[in-house]
């Protein structure tokens, strides 16, 4: 089945320590996108990456850090600088072709600090 | 002004009613426009795209009028299931440039549907 993985769908960390969310895609997409959604809140873009090896800040990257070291995968590190981690992680990905520009997302994982 | 505004409700009717949702958005660059659904702690879903000429999938039809920078997403004969929040989705980038694929989601519209 194609389709987008992220894990853990739920995450339990104490303050202060770096976390690492998963999110895996065999669509064969070639654009990958982390949004964080809070209560209430619209999805906010924190990283997005167009290409392996290259990646953009979105609009809330401070205290986040990504990679890209291969197409199916988009990693996502939440570090201790990130004032408020705690929120829903949403990872998407994108065919960027022709005209559809939709994206396709994971279903989320639930990070709770402490 | 947000990018992209919806009216975030809660619209709640009766099982049957037929219901319509708004959206506008301020970047004229915009060229790619969605209708997402999510349930309750879940993630977005892509519901349709929306197409200048405007577009029917079943019970949903969706709108766009570009000078009036205005989307609209009209449900008829809703079902219990239709119960979820509709986000409102616009592909922004200015003209000349290349497109980087990124979403601009408005903050949705939650819709009740009751027996």
């Known amino acids: 089945d194609g389709g987008i993985t992220q894990s853990p769908k739920y995450l339990f960390r104490k303050e202060g320590q770096n976390v690492t969310l998963s999110c895996e895609q065999n669509l064969n997409h070639d654009a990958m996108y982390w949004y964080r959604q809070d209560p209430g809140q619209g999805l906010r873009l924190i990283y997005y990456?167009?290409?392996?090896?290259?990646?953009q800040k979105g609009d809330i990257a401070e205290g986040y850090s990504v990679s890209r070291e291969k197409k199916e995968s988009f990693p996502l590190t939440v570090t201790s600088a990130q004032k408020n981690p705690t929120a829903f992680y949403l990872c998407a990905s994108s065919p960027l072709r022709d005209s559809a520009y939709e994206q396709y997302f994971g279903p989320g994982t639930r990070l709770t600090v402490t | 002004r947000k990018e992209v505004e919806q009216d975030p409700g809660p619209f709640n009717v009766p099982e049957g009613a037929t219901v319509a949702f708004n959206c506008t958005y301020s970047n004229s660059a915009s060229q790619s426009f969605f209708w997402y659904r999510q349930d309750c702690r879940k993630e977005p879903k892509l519901l349709m795209s929306v197409y200048s000429s405007g577009n029917e999938d079943g019970r949903f039809t969706a709108q766009l009028n570009r000078a009036s920078q205005y989307i609209s997403l009209l449900i008829r004969d809703s079902k219990l299931s239709d119960s979820a929040t509709y986000l409102c989705?616009?592909?922004?980038?200015?003209?000349?440039?290349?497109?980087?694929?990124?979403?601009?989601f408005g903050q949705g519209t939650t819709l009740q549907v009751k027996p």
């Open positions: 989705v616009v592909n922004i980038f200015p003209y000349g440039s290349s497109n980087t694929g990124k979403l601009i």
């Open positions: 990456s167009q290409i392996v090896n290259d990646f």
